[in-house]
């Protein structure tokens, strides 16, 4: 379980700035001031000691800075009833996004809520970090990601083509979306709400056509793509000529999405040659911007990635591990089979001893060893804080204590030498639990498990369930 110490000795070298509050008087006894000398509690007109929902209240709600996040949905606002209400729940940590309008700054802000050491009531450690680097690439890259988007509406807009979404999702009535362009080529009321758009669009096929638009849909669900022509009854222009071609996409659990374009082409349908070229040079327009638009994309694929990993041992990173067991959609999170925390042991001696240089190799050799573990079993390592790391499993091939053993044996056999210890290498201690009925649990059990490892003798695993038996 986290400890005012183990915040301390994470935070106060890498944050802007680090204070603590009781939760139940909610008063903040000293200015609050970054390690650049930028004194918070007084530009808001405060003075200490001070009430946090009053200066949560001016930093909010009077336009001085922007709540951007925050990342505990249960969380409605920042306040002293809400992170006690949390920590009565067991929520031990709430994070919050916040942009500074005044020095352009995004900000991370932390808050660890846990008994103090020495009264033991109920306090906030909070720790703000500067994250503003990556928050100003992300921007960059959505940017270019929406002037892309834009670029591609407006070429296809501009050859006279519609664009569609068909949503069929089960248990549902079909539903359509039609760009403006779509909305104009049908003579469709904008004010049409989804369903009635696939029925005013469905209804107007004329019935001899019905069975080709069958199978181009049929096609498009079972091959990914389609593509035909048909005959269609306008509202005041009568029957048209309409070319359609779209791809799918399923939903899962959901159903399926069709996407694609619309044209007309009464007009040239007894000129085929030159209306095949029209088609081939819009859809070659299309899949050059599309090829555009997909480099952007991975860009930002790379730019996501970097944002996600620990920057001195290429683990995840603690923000990518909080939107894991946040995350209620993918059903990643669900597929959790145990968790595991491990500690270098006596990682401070070997600092002092050897230096800090020599400790980040350590961090480096034993990230890189995890990394590749982590790749062969179905697993996620990130580093927790400090010498802390912590890894999720989701395999059901290897059990738990397998791979806490194997882990164990790993850093071991790394032969990482420190004379410092009787074990003359760099060894760690780790603790784990399988009970994952309740994932914001997990984490407090395996850092119990790991600190009775280090009771143990360090060098080895400890399941928290057997544990419990055991006591």
């Given at each position: 379980?986290?400890?005012?110490?183990?915040?301390?000795?994470?935070?106060?070298?890498?944050?802007?700035?680090?204070?603590?509050?009781?939760?139940?008087?909610?008063?903040?006894?000293?200015?609050?001031?970054?390690?650049?000398?930028?004194?918070?509690?007084?530009?808001?007109?405060?003075?200490?000691?001070?009430?946090?929902?009053?200066?949560?209240?001016?930093?909010?709600?009077?336009?001085?800075?922007?709540?951007?996040?925050?990342?505990?949905?249960?969380?409605?606002?920042?306040?002293?009833?809400?992170?006690?209400?949390?920590?009565?729940?067991?929520?031990?940590?709430?994070?919050?996004?916040?942009?500074?309008?005044?020095q352009d700054q995004y900000q991370r802000i932390s808050y660890y809520l846990i008994p103090d050491d020495v009264s033991g009531k109920?306090?906030?450690?909070?720790?703000?970090?500067?994250?503003?680097?990556?928050?100003?690439?992300?921007?960059?890259?959505?940017?270019?990601?929406?002037?892309?988007?834009?670029?591609?509406?407006?070429?296809?807009a501009s050859a006279n083509i519609g664009m569609w979404h068909i949503y069929l999702f089960d248990g549902q009535k079909p539903k359509?979306?039609?760009?403006?362009?779509?909305?104009?080529?049908?003579?469709?009321?904008?004010?049409?709400?989804?369903?009635?758009?696939?029925?005013?669009?469905?209804?107007?096929?004329?019935?001899?056509?019905?069975?080709?638009?069958?199978?181009?849909?049929?096609?498009?669900?079972?091959?990914?793509?389609?593509?035909?022509?048909?005959?269609?009854?306008?509202?005041?222009?009568?029957?048209?000529?309409?070319?359609?071609?779209?791809?799918?996409?399923?939903?899962?659990?959901?159903?399926?999405?069709?996407?694609?374009?619309?044209?007309?082409?009464?007009?040239?349908?007894?000129?085929?040659?030159?209306?095949?070229?029209?088609?081939?040079?819009?859809?070659?327009?299309?899949?050059?911007?599309?090829?555009?638009?997909?480099?952007?994309?991975?860009?930002?694929?790379?730019?996501?990635?970097?944002?996600?990993?620990?920057?001195?041992?290429?683990?995840?990173?603690?923000?990518?591990?909080?939107?894991?067991?946040?995350?209620?959609?993918?059903?990643?999170?669900?597929?959790?089979?145990?968790?595991?925390?491990?500690?270098?042991?006596?990682?401070?001696?070997?600092?002092?001893?050897?230096?800090?240089?020599?400790?980040?190799?350590?961090?480096?050799?034993?990230?890189?060893?995890?990394?590749?573990?982590?790749?062969?079993?179905?697993?996620?390592?990130?580093?927790?804080?400090?010498?802390?790391?912590?890894?999720?499993?989701?395999?059901?091939?290897k059990p738990a204590a397998t791979i806490a053993n194997e882990v164990v044996k790993l850093v071991a056999s790394l032969n990482i030498?420190?004379?410092?210890?009787?074990?003359?290498?760099?060894?760690?201690?780790?603790?784990?639990?399988?009970?994952?009925?309740?994932?914001?649990?997990?984490?407090?059990?395996?850092?119990?498990?790991?600190?009775?490892?280090?009771?143990?003798?360090?060098?080895?695993?400890?399941?928290?369930?057997?544990?419990?038996?055991?006591?």
């Open positions: 379980m986290l400890s005012q110490g183990m915040i301390n000795q994470v935070y106060l070298e890498r944050a802007l700035y680090f204070y603590d509050f009781d939760l139940e008087d909610g008063i903040i006894k000293a200015d609050i001031i970054d390690k650049n000398g930028f004194n918070y509690t007084q530009t808001l007109g405060l003075s200490s000691p001070c009430s946090f929902d009053e200066l949560m209240k001016r930093f909010y709600d009077e336009n001085y800075y922007g709540l951007w996040h925050v990342a505990d949905a249960q969380i409605n606002k920042l306040s002293c009833e809400e992170l006690m209400k949390a920590y009565r729940e067991g929520r031990h940590f709430v994070e919050a996004f916040i942009y500074l309008p005044s109920p306090h906030a450690w909070v720790s703000a970090i500067d994250i503003t680097a990556d928050e100003k690439s992300r921007e960059v890259i959505y940017g270019q990601l929406r002037n892309d988007k834009s670029e591609i509406e407006d070429i296809i359509m979306k039609g760009s403006p362009t779509m909305l104009s080529l049908m003579g469709a009321n904008e004010g049409m709400s989804e369903e009635e758009l696939y029925d005013f669009w469905y209804s107007r096929i004329k019935k001899s056509s019905i069975p080709s638009v069958t199978a181009s849909v049929e096609e498009m669900i079972n091959k990914g793509i389609s593509e035909n022509t048909y005959t269609w009854k306008h509202p005041t222009k009568g029957e048209m000529f309409v070319r359609c071609g779209g791809t799918s996409m399923k939903v899962e659990g959901k159903g399926i999405v069709l996407r694609g374009y619309h044209s007309d082409v009464t007009d040239i349908v007894t000129s085929e040659t030159k209306q095949k070229q029209l088609l081939r040079d819009a859809l070659d327009e299309v899949k050059k911007q599309k090829k555009l638009l997909q480099e952007a994309l991975d860009n930002y694929k790379e730019a996501d990635y970097d944002r996600r990993r620990d920057f001195l041992t290429g683990l995840r990173n603690r923000q990518d591990m909080f939107e894991l067991l946040q995350d209620v959609l993918s059903g990643k999170r669900e597929r959790i089979k145990s968790m595991f925390m491990m500690d270098i042991d006596n990682f401070k001696l070997l600092n002092d001893h050897y230096g800090h240089t020599y400790g980040d190799e350590c961090l480096e050799r034993i990230g890189d060893a995890l990394n590749d573990y982590a790749n062969k079993n179905n697993m996620y390592f990130y580093r927790y804080g400090g010498e802390e790391m912590l890894g999720i499993s989701f395999s059901d091939d030498v420190r004379g410092d210890v009787p074990a003359g290498v760099v060894t760690v201690s780790l603790g784990y639990t399988t009970d994952n009925s309740r994932y914001e649990k997990m984490i407090d059990k395996a850092d119990t498990a790991m600190y009775k490892a280090k009771e143990n003798g360090k060098n080895q695993a400890v399941c928290y369930e057997e544990m419990q038996i055991n006591e």
